[in-house]
């Protein structure tokens, strides 16, 4: 799978918006990006899978859009309407499954993990 680089991420303020990227994925099946905050658990936000079937977390829907580049290799998240209790640290994920998954624990390949801070 070869080293995932993820990039994107930053600050902003709350309603902002942050695009997150993480590059050398060449895979086409199940991906996702997951988040953890300080003192919570690893959760799912958004998943893809064959077919670029998509899934999000009820928290994110209508505000989160996760799409991938195949030619680039490239997973991207779009985080529209940030609020400060998304501050976290954002991974990227993948495989070995062919379908998306919003729990973090069926991936194999993760990201290095990038922060997202919002603020008020």
């Known amino acids: 799978q070869g080293q995932r680089v993820e990039s994107g991420g930053g600050s902003v303020q709350s309603g902002g918006s942050l695009t997150r990227s993480c590059a050398c994925f060449?895979?086409?099946?199940?991906m996702s990006w997951c988040r953890q905050a300080p003192g919570k658990e690893r959760e799912g936000v958004a998943a893809?899978?064959?077919?670029?079937?998509?899934s999000y977390a009820n928290s994110v829907k209508g505000r989160f859009t996760i799409s991938r580049d195949a030619v680039k290799k490239t997973l991207y998240l779009k985080m529209d309407s940030l609020i400060p209790e998304e501050t976290a640290i954002y991974y990227c994920?993948?495989?070995?499954?062919?379908?998306?998954?919003?729990?973090?624990?069926?991936?194999?390949?993760w990201g290095q993990g990038t922060e997202v801070t919002v603020s008020s």
């Open positions: 893809i899978g064959n077919w670029d079937h998509k």
């Open positions: 060449d895979y086409t099946g199940g």
């Open positions: 994920a993948a495989g070995p499954r062919e379908v998306g998954s919003l729990s973090p624990g069926i991936y194999e390949y």
